[in-house]
């Protein structure tokens, strides 16, 4: 056990691994000398050299197609997207050709390939270094999109990511790279896909959520114990697979369910959550679904007030959490 | 006994060689003739001809080594995947969108070449994708110390998309052993070259780092030549090449298509007269390698092979519905 | 009134808008001498000549990018991208440029555009020719994303998304082009986004869908008229802006809902749809709110026997209904 | 009383030019500095740096027609959209995020430069996605038969993207009035060029059909040379040209970069020694423009600029929040 922050055990974590496994390579731009501009392969290129540390040039849709090449050739590349806002050049080469290779080969081509992106908010970064993305790619057929927010998580999902036979979207939220801290074991382990964490317990809402804003719900949460009002908050983990048997069975013994996320509210995950539980639970309900989305702007401002107003933070989701406790 | 005006020998190429690319050659105008057959009994819903590129395609294609390098084509490239190890019948079980369709059990359209044990990359149809993945494969290749050649194939306008320029760049910094080929027909559906690609394709490999040359794609021994040089740089570490070979299609785009809106019959005409099958037949009688006798002998064994294969393909089963959940990800899981 | 088919229909819109106005230009791949691979521009070249009827090179990045510029600089471009499927070359003008240009200057510059782009399935185009793409810029603010399933709509639509002053994303259903025919007529006249229509009235479901689905819904909802269900069916026409409060006043009425959608059903639209009646209708529901959306598969595909299998019917619809209604 | 050495005579530069140029290339340096003053001190949490390509940028930007021709430029351009228009105030209230940042009213990150009454078209941060938006431009000045000039700025790391391909084959195809500047400063935040371009960015001109040249960014009388015969014949009808001026960033590539993990002090000693500031001197010396007591004068005058602008933009307001769900749409509608 040691304690680190995200991105240190991002780091460490790949770099273990590709001492462990030869096929694995990183990619992507200022990987290398530069160790990345959130430093998550610092001094890689030394231990592994350029070949196995390779600074691409500045084209995502480059480094996406040849990522599916190397792959398809037996490699295990993990690309890096310096900032999820820049996928979009890719978005072509991830969802027509990465996520539906399997497929249209009908088994005889496979994708094994990650993307890292660095996404959301609450870091100055206007429009272009706060986005959400999520959304895009948990709809597309072919992929898994996850979003560890503890280390621990951090590195058994992305170890799982990595031996995952399937194209795997891995977002890190940039805001929680120094600020969330954690143990972190040293040896090597898995987190299968697909099962959500229940981080706290409780009895009277089911809030879910995941990314920076689950770090606030568990605030929340906190906060109105003193009121008595008993939250349970349930981190997603990965929005694709999605683990709606412990959300249902969450809501099952809450009656009342929230969904908090970043992204802009419209056709972001939590609208596919709130789906699942009024096909599903609907008769389980004693109040509406709430959810608590981002406004529906082009991601957020920069100017420092703009920026406050934007990002939906403990304070409103306690509100929300206590109007829903007391529907 | 090589004769006068033989062209062959100084390239390597034997008479088991030249016989064998004229039999692909032959073969794949064949199979178009007979999906376009299949087409206008309304037993094919969607053909994608070959016919004008036989020359380009089995040309370069044979200056690969099967089972060793690797075949990034387009959907254009039947001649090429027959040469790459495809038979006939492999081609009519993908028209068809049988069970048996060796690039996607009947998944693709037709003409969305793959094939994993003949090295051949499952292509889409978003344009030009292909070419970065075969700059993908061939980085992994030399970083594996791999002594493989990765070949990738595509029309002029597929030259337009970001991922060609980004391959280019990329097979330029890193030297890879690939070879980019250009079957520049002059025409993207409708639109003609010069709406197409400002200046010329093989003049923008020295951008790139890379010798560019373009060849007469119609004569299926200069098509040979220039890929076998290309090859065999990119082989002893010289580095990736960019070739332009000038081709023409006879029919339509496709089966959806109708070029009497945009090409004028004399053109079509004037392009027929470089039919590379009748160019190559004159060049191997010149040196007394077929005769017209021998030259019937094989279109009628092709045309049997063509004939038992469509039949073969006919007569096979059709995907089990529920197969269509099979292959999403390795556990075929579904969104609950 | 002239009785006329989709694709007419917008041909002849749009031959009538270019006439009337001057900075109305067409372009994209085979526009030209082609007149379009669905013949949407059939003799605009000889009419209006190569330079407002501009075939472009094959590289739909470039369609939406100048297309941006050309916006910028006081013309109405209408770009075709000529199968949906092959717009996320695209993605990243038309997501992180068109949508964000008015807000990120604050107003200073807008991008007044029109993206047709024929979509969906049933038409034997496999993987790659029948894609449902409305989801992925329903979600990006900035964007307004429509589509017509009847000709009256169809020209009423693409003349409010030529004269609107931001980007629109026009969907023209491909399986609608010839099949669906109507009434149209001669004069110019537009109608405003974001309000739905109730094309059957009924007290006992109410059935929200859109395209090709939206007629499969009408006939599944005459079908059970024998048996004495009631169906009301709303076309949303608009994805967004979305007319939810014509949809909540019909659940208010029928108090069951469903939404019936060709797209992947996993953050498919429909889950906003039906994330929205949960958050404000949700007491008045007496059945759970049922979603019908294609299979988590990555597109049709080509042998019939699989095509078949992939697209929901009317006979699906209708159990579907008669099931809900019967709840 | 041009004296020997004069370069300018003969590019139609006056004395009134020069010194106007001198003290954009002047203001832009002071900007540059006060803005990194203000980070340090923590009142400026993101800066981008300009220093070292004023040569570039002002050389370029001084061959258009203010009020006429259009720029569109990218996040390195400080100088560039100086001299299209922008204040030492402007830059500041960008720098800060005010509500009266002419280029985004403080929504945008610093240096995403725009403004319509400059004819600056809005910047983004992803990489080239202007070069497109400039060859849309262009096409529209040619369609209105207006002879306006559109220019657009990129390092050598956005030639990498697809939209710089494509915004050259289309400019190429019709050969539009347009003019593709390069600042090559050699890295892509840490990306050296040899891992960013196969070749050469201005060999790449002859492939899309377009003259390429290259020429010394830091000296500004070469960039506006070469830019200015980029600009008359695209002016005259005679199509798009592509530009690689030479020049060096000084500082890290942003506030949140640090160049010594992949550039040698060494270098950028040697880059300082070819600072575009002094050379400029040094010539306006040589023909008798300016002597150091003027330049001393300038200095300060500048200085006293910079000073009083940032003070403004200091002083000014921030956005009021509310204002943020404004200009989404026209209508500024907003999710129910
Ligand atoms: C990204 C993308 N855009 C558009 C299309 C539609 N399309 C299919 S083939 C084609 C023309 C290709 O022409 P070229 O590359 O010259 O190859 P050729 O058919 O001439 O052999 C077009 C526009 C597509 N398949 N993919
Ligand atoms: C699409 C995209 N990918 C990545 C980035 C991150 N990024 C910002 S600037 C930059 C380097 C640009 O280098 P260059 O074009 O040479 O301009 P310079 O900064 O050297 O002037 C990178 C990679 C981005 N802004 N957009
Ligand atoms: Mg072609
Ligand atoms: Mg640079």
């Known amino acids: ?327 | 006994m090589p004769k006068k005006k033989d062209q062959h020998t100084e390239l390597g190429l034997k008479q088991e060689d030249l016989l064998e690319m004229y039999r692909f050659m032959l073969l794949g105008r064949l199979c178009d003739e007979r999906q376009w057959g299949f087409n206008r009994q309304g037993k094919a819903p969607f053909v994608v001809p070959v016919s004008g590129h036989e020359g380009a395609q089995v040309g370069s294609g044979w200056a690969f080594e099967r089972g060793k390098d690797v075949f990034c084509p387009y959907y254009r490239d039947m001649a090429l995947v027959l040469v790459a190890g495809f038979s006939a019948r492999d081609v009519f079980l993908g028209l068809f969108g049988k069970k048996d369709d060796p690039s996607s059990g009947g998944r693709q359209m037709p003409a969305h070449w793959g094939s994993a044990k003949r090295n051949i990359i499952t292509g889409s149809s978003p344009i030009a994708t292909q070419v970065l993945h075969a700059a993908g494969i061939a980085y992994s290749k030399k970083l594996k110390g791999e002594d493989a050649v990765v070949g990738t194939w595509f029309g002029e306008g597929g030259t337009s998309e970001g991922d060609w320029h980004g391959a280019m760049n990329f097979a330029g910094i890193h030297q890879l052993p690939m070879v980019f080929i250009c079957e520049n027909n002059q025409y993207a559906i409708s639109v003609h070259e010069s709406k197409q690609v400002a200046g010329r394709v093989y003049k923008r490999a020295e951008g790139y780092g890379m010798p560019g040359v373009e060849a007469d794609g119609n004569n299926v021994l200069d098509a040979f030549r220039v890929t076998k040089e290309a090859v065999d740089r990119a082989r002893s570490g010289g580095g990736p090449s960019l070739i332009e070979l000038r081709t023409y299609r006879y029919y339509s785009h496709t089966s959806d298509d109708d070029d009497r809106t945009y090409r004028t019959r004399e053109e079509v005409d004037e392009w027929r007269a470089k039919d590379p099958i009748p160019r190559f037949e004159e060049y191997l009688k010149s040196v007394e390698m077929l005769d017209d006798a021998r030259i019937a002998e094989i279109r009628d064994e092709t045309q049997a092979e063509v004939a038992r294969g469509a039949q073969e393909a006919q007569d096979a089963d059709f995907p089990d519905p529920i197969d269509a959940m099979k292959n999403v990800y390795a556990e075929s899981e579904v969104a609950s």
């Not at chain 1, 609450?122 to 898994?144: D, T």
């Not at chain 1, 990595?162 to 939220?173: G, Q, R, S």
Request: with cysteine.
């Open chain 1, 1 to 327: 056990m040691t304690e680190k922050n995200m991105v240190q055990t991002i780091r460490d974590t790949l770099f273990e691994e590709m001492k462990r496994d030869e096929r694995v390579l990183v990619l992507g731009e200022d990987v290398g000398a530069r160790g990345g501009v959130f430093r998550a392969t610092m001094g890689f290129v030394d231990e592994f050299g350029q070949d196995r540390v390779l600074d691409t040039p500045l084209d995502e849709c480059l480094i996406a197609g040849i990522s599916i090449g190397m792959a398809i050739d037996g490699l295990r590349p993990v690309a890096e997207m310096q900032f999820a806002d820049f996928i979009f050049p890719a978005f072509n080469q991830i969802v027509q050709e990465a996520a539906r290779i399997r497929y249209r080969s009908n088994g005889d081509f496979t994708v094994p390939m990650v993307i890292r992106a660095p996404y959301g908010g609450g870091v100055h970064g206007a429009l272009y270094h706060s986005q959400s993305i999520e959304a895009f790619f948990a709809h597309v057929p072919g992929l898994k999109v996850v979003a560890p927010v503890t280390p621990y998580d951090a590195k058994g999902m992305l170890l799982q990511a990595i031996d995952d036979p399937d194209p795997v979207i891995f977002l890190e939220h940039k805001k929680t790279y120094r600020s969330i801290k954690g143990e972190v074991p040293d040896e090597r382990y898995t987190i299968p896909f697909g099962r959500a964490e229940i981080r706290r317990e409780g009895s009277d809402v089911t809030c879910v959520s995941y990314g920076l804003m689950m770090h606030y719900c568990l605030e929340a949460a906190e906060r109105l114990t003193s009121e008595g009002v008993d939250v349970e908050v349930i981190d997603l983990r990965s929005m694709y697979p999605l683990d709606m048997e412990t959300v249902l069975s969450s809501v099952g013994k809450t009656g009342k369910a929230m969904i908090v996320y970043e992204d802009n509210k419209f056709l972001g995950l939590g609208a596919e959550v709130a789906a699942q539980i009024a096909e599903n639970a609907l008769f389980e309900l004693d109040g509406p679904i709430v959810r608590i989305g981002g406004p529906h702007v082009p991601a957020m401002p920069y100017s420092p007030t703009l920026e406050h107003w934007f990002l939906p933070d403990a304070d409103r989701i306690e509100q929300e959490m206590r109007k829903l406790a007391e529907f």
